[in-house]
């Protein structure tokens, strides 16, 4: 019989683990905050800050999916503190930089931290608990950590570079990456023998650079708009690279992603929520902060106030995600917080010039809707690691994770391409601006219904054949039977 009471050792990985992922959601937006005070000081140019932004982005999403077998392959706790010691080095060099170039190297050793531990942080937490409420327990923790990361960095980001300087965004990370280092080996135990299978290099190269096209095309898009060729030149090379992927692990002997695995309907159909709940979300928050400062010229400080609530929604739902999960299955619960994410961002069509309506709309909706979202997020993940075997958790994870990374640098340009076809141009007046916002957000809704709906109709749980000798419940069963 399964327990929901964490020993004294789950409680301490789970915080040594959880304390990581929080780190590498708060790395993503600390920085960001702090980026016209970077340009300002190494004396960068916007087109020079945005690689900031990308390169992170490149180095992460690229090498996700990699870094997740080779954990399966080699150990994920080796992993996991080659990750966090990359992280330490790379934002020690950030901190002292005082050229452009050193900063860039900081940006790429983080992201390829964050692709090297992300993967191997949950493929731990999965295996450090069995299938059932206590695994839900920890993922919904991790995603309410994963999604106030992402909050409080943007706040963080703000106040440490007022106070301190911007180079602490990046020194914040150095003393709580040595103080990892120092606890997880003795904490944490390898979560399977590591099998030294031969690694698929064609499938591994070919992934990388599909990835790597594909979100460098979605970040050339934001920078330099939908027009450029080389945006459109990327995305189809990222598009050929999947194809020639997909054929490769379909013949391979020693697959990087075995087909079988990626054609699960909770594989796939799960990720394609990850992708939609974390891509329509960046999104929805870059067209509220135009919405704010653009259309209701609030302040840098009042706009961060109203994302910090949706913080608080995020942390609630996933203190709760467990339990409605196990109440009703991650497919339902899948399903159910993509529509409530989706119909609160319905509502703000109704957005318009009052600061006092708009605003107090923002909070309300924005925190029912973080509330949704995260939702989503645990529910998403308890599908994709679910009735797989610890063999093929670092996988799950780096797919899992590579979801992540590619819907934030997929939603904002996407959202905001739609934003400036319907009105809000540059030097639009604040009608159109508003046109604009209503629009993209209105699209946000309906992508997500749309998805919810997919989800609801082809995610098919399929039934327990026999009883177990004890009544244990995982996540297939308990869908099953909802689905009965």
Not at 292 to 301: H, I, K, P, Y
């Amino acid at each position: 019989m399964t327990t929901e009471t964490l020993t004294g050792r789950q409680r301490l990985i789970m915080c040594l683990l959880l304390g990581a992922q929080f780190m590498f959601a708060l790395d993503f937006s600390i920085v960001t905050v702090a980026l016209p005070v970077i340009g300002d000081d190494l004396d960068m140019t916007p087109a020079e800050l945005s690689w900031i932004v990308t390169l992170f982005a490149l180095s992460a999403a690229g090498l996700m999916l990699l870094m997740g077998r080779i954990g399966d392959y080699y150990g994920r706790k080796r992993m996991f503190l080659i990750g966090m010691a990359l992280l330490t080095v790379g934002s020690a060099i950030g901190g002292f930089a005082n050229e452009p170039t050193l900063v860039y190297v900081a940006r790429i050793l983080q992201g390829v931290a964050t692709a090297v531990t992300a993967p191997a942080a949950l493929a731990l937490l999965t295996t450090s608990f069995p299938e059932g409420p206590l695994r839900n327990k920890a993922l919904g923790l991790n995603g309410a950590l994963l999604s106030l990361g992402f909050a409080v960095g943007a706040v963080l980001g703000g106040v440490l570079t007022d106070l301190l300087g911007w180079r602490f965004t990046f020194f914040l990370n150095v003393p709580v990456g040595l103080l990892v280092l120092v606890l997880a080996p003795a904490l944490i135990k390898e979560s399977t023998e590591p099998i030294r299978q031969k690694l698929d290099v064609p499938g591994a190269v070919t992934i990388s650079l599909a990835l790597l096209s594909l979100v460098l095309g979605f970040s050339r898009a934001e920078a330099k708009g939908w027009s450029s060729p080389q945006v459109w030149i990327l995305l189809a090379a990222a598009a050929v690279l999947f194809s020639f992927f997909w054929l490769i692990e379909s013949r391979s002997p020693h697959p990087l992603a075995a087909v079988t695995v990626l054609k699960r309907p909770s594989v796939a159909l799960g990720n394609l929520g990850g992708l939609l709940t974390f891509s329509m979300e960046s999104g929805k928050v870059f067209l509220l902060t135009i919405y704010l400062q653009r259309v209701l010229d609030s302040s840098a400080f009042l706009t961060g106030i109203a994302f910090a609530v949706l913080g608080a929604g995020a942390f609630t739902g996933g203190m709760v995600a467990a339990k409605i999960i196990n109440k009703i299955g991650a497919r339902n619960t899948l399903v159910f917080g993509l529509l409530l994410q989706g119909a609160t961002a319905a509502t703000f069509v109704l957005l318009g010039h009052s600061f006092a309506a708009g605003y107090v709309h923002i909070l309300v909706a924005t925190a029912l809707g973080g509330f949704g979202h995260v939702l989503a997020i645990v529910s998403y993940t308890v599908a994709v690691t679910s009735g797989l075997p610890d063999s093929e958790q670092g996988l799950a994870g780096g797919l899992s994770a590579m979801t992540q990374q590619v819907a934030f640098t997929l939603g904002t340009p996407i959202l905001a391409a739609i934003a400036i076809t319907a009105g809000a141009t540059a030097g639009a007046t604040k009608d159109g601006i508003l046109d604009g916002v209503h629009t993209g957000l209105l699209v946000d809704a309906l992508a997500l219904a749309v998805v919810a709906g997919l989800i609801a109709v082809l995610y098919k749980v399929p039934r327990a054949t026999a009883a177990p000798a004890e009544p244990v419940q995982t996540v297939e069963t308990a869908e099953a039977e909802v689905a009965g």
